[in-house]
């Protein structure tokens, strides 16, 4: 077996269309609301008696946002919520009754849309676990492949793309399933209730699973891993998760600019040390990783918006503009290589 690598840096190339409503001031002031009547719901569930990942009880809080404590466990690092994300609050998220429902943020107006999102943000994933696999002596396209929290299937139908055909994917929201098998005009989805998500993997027949930004939502991430280790069909896993990096300390320096990493679905945030305990725990082989995020880039909107919102300076956001955004690929691979990335794709060995 071949040693452990970490791969650094990823650029924005076609990112900043895609977020280009982040620099949209009422999109921000309705989003900074909305967030804050999630926040009320997050407030009315039961306090978390321990670490989300390790069980271990809190000391001391780090800080707060919106009356909401924030602690970092002492014994694997993970940055917790003060509440839990209870089945009542994941309803209250991704239901599709609800209008503070955050799963719409994956929709694409259109297949052009959408095509250019798959290719741009989710076609280097899919590349990014097809090398790893050949780099690891396997044949990819011998394998099967299941990607868990699919959204509205952009992962699944990157990997079909670069040829892996033998690829499918499950998501809780009804809207997302039939929006995602709709625009592709085939069935690349399946609709599954949030307490089956179990017993789809231990069920299923895929050899690879793939889960991009789906283990921070989940109410037992460390339950979850242990279904994906007892099924003994699947042999390696792509992991992706928000990490506790830069952009969060900056997302509480500018209170009124919408935030991207804390807070909604993300009550709780991976670090190194929890995600090696996490994998340590269930007996997880990490092969490699790939270190980058948007941190450079919530630099530069959290700048730009802070001075849109204030009409004596607003002027000085084109400024910013041209200064920073020349720059901002080097500045996120610095902060890369120094491991503070908002988040990570890990490659890992889970069954010989």
């Not at 809080?61 to 924030?70: A, G, M, S, V």
């Not at 509440?83 to 609800?98: C, G, V």
């Not at 780099?135 to 670069?162: C, Q, W």
């Not at 997880?284 to 909107?301: E, T, Y």
Request: with cysteine; hydrophobic share 35%; charged share 30%.
């Amino acid at each position: 077996m071949k040693k452990k690598k970490d791969i650094f840096g990823k650029t924005f190339d076609g990112y900043l269309n895609i977020r280009s409503d982040f620099f949209n001031k009422d999109i921000n002031d309705s989003e900074v609301k909305k967030l804050k009547q999630i926040d009320k719901f997050y407030k009315k569930q039961p306090k978390r008696k321990g670490c989300k990942i390790c069980s271990k009880k809190f000391k001391e809080k780090l800080f707060e946002r919106n009356d909401i404590k924030y602690f970092v466990c002492e014994n694997c690092g993970h940055l917790n919520g003060e509440f839990e994300d209870t089945k009542d609050y994941s309803e209250y998220l991704y239901a599709p009754k609800n209008e503070n429902g955050e799963m719409k943020i994956y929709k694409d107006d259109d297949k052009k849309a959408y095509n250019f999102r798959t290719k741009n943000i989710y076609l280097p994933k899919a590349k990014f676990l097809y090398n790893q696999l050949k780099d690891f002596n396997e044949d990819p396209l011998k394998h099967k492949y299941l990607d868990i929290g699919s959204g509205t299937g952009h992962m699944v139908m990157a990997m079909r793309n670069i040829g892996l055909v033998n690829s499918s994917g499950c998501d809780v929201t009804p809207d997302n399933v039939r929006f995602a098998n709709n625009i592709n005009k085939t069935e690349i989805l399946k609709l599954h209730k949030l307490n089956e998500i179990e017993k789809i993997i231990l069920e299923t027949e895929a050899t690879v699973i793939t889960s991009i930004f789906m283990l921070e939502h989940v109410q037992n991430p460390l339950k979850l891993c242990k279904a994906i280790k007892k099924n003994k069909n699947i042999k390696y896993m792509m992991l992706a998760v928000p990490m506790f990096s830069i952009g969060v300390l900056l997302e509480q320096a500018f209170p009124q600019i919408r935030k991207r990493s804390l807070g909604a679905g993300h009550t709780h945030l991976f670090t190194e040390g929890s995600i090696k305990w996490l994998c340590k725990k269930v007996n997880f082989k990490i092969l490699a990783n790939w270190w980058f995020g948007a941190d450079a880039f919530d630099l530069h909107r959290f700048i730009n918006m802070h001075f849109k919102k204030d009409i004596k300076k607003s002027n000085l956001s084109l400024t910013w503009d041209k200064m920073i955004l020349p720059t901002l690929n080097k500045i996120q691979l610095a902060f890369d290589e120094q491991r503070l990335s908002s988040e990570i794709h890990i490659f890992i060995k889970v069954n010989s």
